[in-house]
């Protein structure tokens, strides 16, 4: 099962893909751990790609397709969390999917308003002990999502791939919706 899920941050997206893939035995795709990853390895992308993450920022678009070009040719069921965030990693996306025959099942997106997210995140802050999740690099994350990757979730909808998830909903609840929407998928694809 091949599972692209989207949602801003502190919308519990991770959570619920690592629930996800524990559950249907598929990798974890998640740029975001591998970004973090290499930064703590201080590989060569580690050490390019530090500031751009401490800042929320997002890194370059070239570079994070190579990277999860590696990853989809070697998995057979997955779920994508962290990419697509911009319309051109979407439109590369579709074409690696489409060259490697690996097609999606589903898209869900996860919906919180900007005021839950916001007060998740600085809830989690500290706990985490992440780079980013300074108040200005917060509120760097959630302009970046709502300029570049609404877009990306707009186009999932038109195409009526969309799944939505009422994400300020308990983990459980929401992760029974998710669970709900692809019982619906698979009796959809026969
Ligand atoms: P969050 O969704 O909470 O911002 P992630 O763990 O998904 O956190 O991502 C952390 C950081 O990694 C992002 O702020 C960005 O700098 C970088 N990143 C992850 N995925 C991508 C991507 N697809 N494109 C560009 N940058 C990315």
Same mark, same amino acid.
């Given at each position: 099962?091949?599972?692209?899920?989207?949602?801003?941050?502190?919308?519990?997206?991770?959570?619920?893909?690592?629930?996800?893939?524990?559950?249907?035995?598929?990798?974890?795709?998640?740029?975001?751990?591998?970004?973090?990853?290499?930064?703590?390895?201080?590989?060569?992308?580690?050490?390019?790609?530090?500031?751009?993450?401490?800042?929320?920022?997002?890194?370059?678009?070239?570079?994070?397709?190579?990277?999860?070009?590696?990853?989809?040719?070697?998995?057979?069921?997955?779920?994508?969390?962290?990419?697509?965030?911009?319309?051109?990693?979407?439109?590369?996306?579709?074409?690696?999917?489409?060259?490697?025959?690996?097609?999606?099942?589903?898209? #869900?997106?996860?919906?919180? /308003?900007?005021?839950? $997210?916001?007060?998740?995140?600085? *809830?989690?802050? !500290?706990? %985490?002990?992440? +780079?980013?999740?300074?108040?200005?690099?917060?509120?760097?994350?959630?302009?970046?999502?709502?300029?570049?990757?609404?877009? #990306?979730?707009?186009?999932? /909808?038109?195409?009526? $791939?969309?799944?939505?998830?009422? *994400?300020?909903? !308990?983990? %459980?609840?929401? +992760?029974?919706?998710?669970?709900?929407?692809?019982?619906?998928?698979?009796?959809?694809?026969?």
């Amino acid at each position: 099962m091949r599972i692209l899920i989207l949602g801003p941050q502190g919308s519990g997206k991770g959570t619920q893909a690592k629930r996800l893939a524990d559950a249907h035995g598929i990798a974890h795709l998640a740029t975001g751990d591998i970004l973090r990853e290499a930064v703590s390895a201080r590989t060569e992308l580690g050490v390019r790609v530090a500031p751009i993450l401490e800042r929320g920022d997002l890194v370059p678009d070239d570079l994070m397709i190579e990277l999860i070009r590696q990853r989809l040719e070697v998995e057979d069921g997955f779920v994508l969390d962290g990419f697509p965030r911009t319309l051109p990693q979407a439109q590369a996306l579709d074409v690696m999917l489409d060259e490697i025959g690996k097609p999606l099942d589903v898209v #869900v997106l996860l919906e919180v /308003r900007d005021e839950v $997210a916001v007060s998740r995140l600085h *809830g989690r802050a !500290g706990e %985490e002990g992440r +780079a980013d999740d300074s108040p200005e690099a917060i509120a760097n994350r959630l302009r970046l999502y709502h300029e570049l990757t609404e877009p #990306v979730t707009q186009q999932y /909808r038109a195409a009526g $791939a969309l799944v939505e998830v009422d *994400g300020e909903k !308990g983990i %459980e609840e929401v +992760a029974a919706q998710i669970e709900q929407a692809l019982a619906g998928t698979r009796l959809g694809s026969g």
